[in-house]
């Protein structure tokens, strides 16, 4: 067995016990109802169903929600007397990084095939075909990849186990809620629109949404895709930089 | 006894003010839940019900301020029963009683300025008292009757051995209270067959009293109904908190 897979059912039987993996699956279902049964009649959407609608946006809380955890597990390592044991043994550097890393993978899987089985129960297709299917679970990954990468880096440079993810708890619902993945941007008051419109989470959001319903903008596209690629390279580059950080 | 409650309470609230987790779920969770609802829905609200969305999110975010202050408090008796200070309390010469009516003080106060900061952020955004200041006052305090009810319940489940992974899932619970109340939105707009169930959970009758005081409208019924859930919280849960309060602090003893 060699080290990342050794390390990975490390966290992974770790997860089992504090529930993680539960509370991945629990999270885009809870989310999901509380937004469609309590929003749903509230929020107009046009022609397109809510759940419909607010599906991607209850994929993209799943990943930043994933972010928190795994912020609090970086944080854990690096303060234990465990994360300066990994740094005395022959393996590289990576190799813990790259485990964690995995099990984030792992877990945005069970999140993204929770939320939309939930979601289909209720009315979700997805239309588009093969290609926009990979496309979007490609998008999703990619995007949890990113976040969690930042939260890993975030919780080691803190090193308070408790404050890393209280840290990550204002910024997500602020990009969560004030995003045009909960409603359309006319419901929000005219000064936020440029805010709500060219967030981060409102365009990832957007891309999904085309691509479930089978016709996607190709600028729409490059945009998701240049905020996930972008943020998979800076927080990657904070991530490797923190694990190289000695005390 | 009072002294000693007093004096177990000013201990708590000087530990809460550096607590990274209170202060943001007591105070600044709610604030920004409350600035965010208000952007979000606050137009939609508006065309449905043609009144403010603040007086239903006021309320709930007080409300919100409450439980999840009490819940952020609980994670912390956790440590103070395995550093021993709960049995070193309980050998001192004070009342036996003061550490829990001390920590009920305490969450009482602690709700209430959090009311009183989100009540003021309402005001700056535009809520208004029908009834003057008198139901301004009254506002804020009606949060402290849930607040108590919520505390009992999580000190009972957080002074347990297996306390920390507990209190935990009450919060998650507690985060689908946060969608089904009748604050953020009436509950009209539920499917029927949840409405009773939205109805009837303990936020709801606590907003639908504080909304009364704002805005006019009924106060005694939804007043009683929240007092109901206290009273049966307490109840229930008390005989629970006092026995495993005992057993956690002789825990140390041997």
């Given at each position: 067995m060699s080290a990342?897979?050794?390390?990975?059912?490390?966290?992974?039987?770790?997860?089992?016990?504090?529930?993680?993996?539960?509370?991945?699956?629990?999270?885009?279902?809870?989310?999901?109802?509380?937004?469609?049964?309590?929003?749903?009649?509230?929020?107009?959407?046009?022609r397109m169903t809510?759940?419909?609608?607010?599906?991607?946006?209850?994929?993209?809380?799943?990943?930043?929600?994933?972010?928190?955890?795994?912020?609090?597990?970086?944080?854990?390592?690096?303060?234990?007397?465990?994360?300066?044991?990994?740094?005395?043994?022959?393996?590289?550097?990576?190799?813990?990084?790259?485990?964690?890393?995995?099990?984030?993978?792992?877990?945005?899987?069970?999140?993204?095939?929770?939320?939309?089985?939930?979601a289909w129960l209720f009315g979700f297709r997805m239309v588009g075909g093969l290609g926009y299917d990979a496309l979007f679970v490609l998008i999703v990954l990619a995007f949890a990849m990113a976040v969690c990468l930042g939260a890993d880096a975030l919780g080691s440079r803190i090193?308070?186990?408790?404050?890393?993810?209280q840290l990550l708890l204002l910024p997500q619902l602020v990009l969560?809620?004030?995003?045009?993945?909960?409603?359309?941007?006319?419901?929000?008051?005219?000064?936020?629109?440029?805010?709500?419109?060219?967030?981060?989470?409102?365009?990832?959001?957007e891309t999904l949404r085309g691509l479930a319903g089978g016709h996607v903008t190709g600028l729409g596209l490059a945009v998701t895709m240049t905020w996930c690629l972008t943020l998979l390279v800076v927080f990657g580059c904070l991530a490797l930089r923190m694990q190289r950080r000695t005390r | 006894m009072i002294r000693q409650s007093a004096l177990e309470a000013g201990r708590l609230l000087r530990r809460w003010r550096r607590d990274p987790i209170v202060a943001v779920q007591a105070v600044l969770f709610?604030?920004?839940?409350?600035?965010?609802?208000?952007?979000?829905?606050?137009?939609?609200?508006?065309a449905v019900t043609g009144s403010d969305s603040l007086y239903g999110l006021v309320p709930m975010c007080a409300v919100v301020g409450a439980i999840f202050g009490t819940l952020g408090a609980g994670l912390a008796l956790p440590a103070e029963r395995e550093s021993g200070l709960l049995t070193r309390l309980w050998v001192q010469p004070v009342h036996r009683a003061s550490a829990l009516t001390g920590r009920l003080f305490a969450e009482a106060?602690?709700?209430?300025?959090?009311?009183?900061?989100?009540?003021?952020?309402?005001?700056?955004?535009?809520?208004r008292f029908?009834?003057?200041?008198?139901?301004?006052?009254?506002?804020?305090?009606?949060?402290?009757?849930?607040?108590?009810?919520?505390?009992?319940?999580?000190?009972?489940?957080?002074?347990?051995?297996?306390?920390?992974?507990?209190?935990?899932?009450?919060?998650?619970?507690?985060?689908?209270?946060?969608?089904?109340?009748?604050g953020v939105a009436p509950a009209g707009v539920f499917p029927s067959w949840l409405q009773p169930a939205v109805q009837l959970q303990p936020m709801s009758p606590t907003i639908e009293a504080m909304r009364g005081l704002a805005e006019g409208g009924p106060v005694l019924w939804p007043l009683l109904q929240a007092g109901a859930w206290?009273?049966?919280?307490?109840?229930?849960?008390?005989?629970?908190?006092?026995?495993?309060?005992r057993a956690a602090a002789e825990a140390g003893c041997r």
């Open positions: 990342l897979v050794a390390l990975t059912l490390r966290t992974m039987s770790g997860t089992l016990r504090d529930a993680d993996l539960l509370f991945a699956v629990l999270a885009p279902v809870g989310c999901f109802l509380g937004f469609t049964l309590a929003l749903g009649n509230l929020i107009d959407t046009g809510y759940p419909q609608y607010v599906l991607p946006v209850v994929l993209v809380q799943a990943m930043l929600f994933g972010a928190m955890t795994t912020a609090d597990r970086a944080a854990r390592d690096r303060l234990s007397g465990f994360g300066v044991r990994l740094r005395t043994l022959p393996i590289p550097a990576m190799v813990p990084l790259a485990a964690r890393m995995l099990y984030c993978l792992i877990r945005a899987v069970i999140a993204l095939a929770a939320g939309t089985a939930v090193g308070s186990v408790e404050s890393s993810s969560v809620l004030l995003s045009t993945g909960i409603a359309p941007a006319e419901s929000f008051p005219g000064w936020l629109d440029p805010f709500v419109r060219f967030q981060p989470v409102s365009q990832v959001t | 709610p604030t920004f839940l409350l600035v965010i609802y208000k952007l979000l829905i606050g137009k939609a609200v508006l106060a602690r709700t209430t300025v959090s009311a009183v900061v989100l009540t003021a952020f309402g005001v700056a955004l535009g809520l029908a009834h003057g200041w008198i139901a301004a006052v009254a506002f804020v305090l009606v949060p402290v009757m849930i607040s108590i009810g919520v505390a009992t319940v999580v000190i009972a489940i957080a002074v347990r051995a297996d306390g920390r992974a507990m209190v935990t899932w009450l919060g998650a619970g507690c985060v689908v209270l946060l969608f089904f109340n009748t206290a009273i049966a919280l307490v109840a229930v849960f008390a005989p629970a908190a006092v026995r495993g309060y």
